[in-house]
C-alpha cells in the first residue's frame, strides 16, 4: 500500500486475493493511510516552496534565470568537456522539477533545470559532471562512479548537500 503524489492510496495484491481481504487491510490500516497522506501532504508542500523560491512567472525573468544559468554551466561545460575528452552536440535549459539534467546519448544533448540556480555553483558543478560522465558511460555503473571520482572527486558531498537543500533542512 502507498499513497501518491494526489493523497489517492494505491493497494497492489496477489491475484486472486478476496476483495474482501483487501478492504479489511486497507480498514485495519487507517491510521497508517492518514499518517502517510500527512507525511504525502507536508512533501508536496515542501517541493513547492523549494522550488517556488525562484520566480519564473514571467517571460523577462524566464529569461534572466536561463542567461545566468548559462554564465555558471557553458564554462564548466567546456572545461570538464575538454578534460573529460567529450563533445556534447547541445546543452539547452528547462523548467524540470523531476532532475537536475539528463544526457541523451545517442544525440549527445544535455539538458539541465534551471532550477538548478537554487543550489550552490559547486552542486551545480557536479551536476554539469555527472551529465557529461554520461557521455563516457550511459548508466550508473560502478565505471561511472570511478569517473565521477577522476574528474569531481566531491560528488559525493555535493550530492548529499544536494538532497539536504531540496528537503530544506538547516546544514
Known amino acids: 500500500m502507498r499513497v501518491v503524489k494526489n493523497g489517492d492510496i494505491h493497494v497492489s495484491a496477489p491475484l486472486g486475493i478476496n476483495k474482501a481481504e483487501v478492504y479489511e487491510f486497507i480498514e ?3 491510521d497508517w493511510i492518514s499518517d502517510a497522506r500527512e507525511r504525502k501532504l507536508q512533501s508536496e508542500n515542501k517541493r513547492y516552496n523549494f522550488f517556488n523560491q525562484l520566480k519564473l512567472d514571467t517571460k523577462e525573468k524566464y529569461i534572466v534565470a536561463i542567461q545566468r544559468l548559462d554564465s555558471i554551466v557553458a564554462p564548466l561545460v ?3 568537456a575538454k578534460q573529460m575528452d567529450v563533445s556534447p552536440n547541445k546543452i539547452y535549459y528547462r523548467t524540470v522539477i523531476s532532475r537536475w539534467g539528463c544526457c541523451q546519448i545517442k544525440s549527445k544533448e544535455i539538458y539541465f533545470s534551471i532550477y538548478l540556480l537554487l543550489l550552490p555553483e559547486w552542486c551545480i558543478e557536479h551536476i554539469v559532471v ?42
Open 130 to 171: 555527472h551529465e557529461l560522465a554520461h557521455l563516457l558511460v550511459p548508466n550508473h555503473s560502478k565505471r561511472f562512479y570511478e569517473i565521477m571520482d577522476i574528474y569531481f572527486p566531491l560528488w559525493k558531498k555535493a550530492r548529499k548537500e544536494t538532497k539536504r537543500i531540496f528537503r530544506m533542512e538547516e546544514s
Open 78 to 80: 567546456e572545461k570538464y
Open 28 to 30: 485495519r490500516n487507517q
